[in-house]
C-alpha cells in the first residue's frame, strides 16, 4: 500500500473541513441527531472520494507520463 499515508491524510482532511463546517453552519439544527451524523457521513465520504479520485487520477498521468516521455 504505496498511497496509505495520503488516503489517511485526505481522510483527515476530509473529516476536519466538514466538522469545521458544521461548527460555523448557522441553519437550525436537525430534529434528530441521526439526520446530522447521516448528513456528516455522507458528505465527510464525498469528499474523501473526491479527494482520492483526483489523487489517483494524478498518479496514473505521472506513470503515462514518464513511460511515454520523448
Known amino acids: ?3 496509505k499515508k495520503m488516503l489517511l491524510i485526505f481522510a483527515g482532511i ?3 473541513c466538514i466538522s469545521l ?3 460555523l453552519d448557522n441553519d437550525q ?4 441527531i441521526w439526520q ?3 448528513e456528516f457521513c455522507w458528505l465527510t465520504a464525498l469528499l474523501f472520494g ?3 479520485v483526483l489523487y489517483f487520477l494524478g498518479v496514473c ?3 503515462l507520463a514518464v513511460r511515454f516521455r520523448a
Do not use: C
Request: aromatic share 22%.
Open 1 to 3: 500500500m504505496n498511497h
Open 14 to 16: 476530509a473529516i476536519g
Open 21 to 23: 463546517g458544521f461548527l
Open 29 to 32: 439544527p436537525y430534529d434528530s
Open 36 to 38: 446530522t451524523v447521516f
Open 50 to 52: 473526491l479527494q482520492a
Open 61 to 63: 498521468f505521472y506513470k
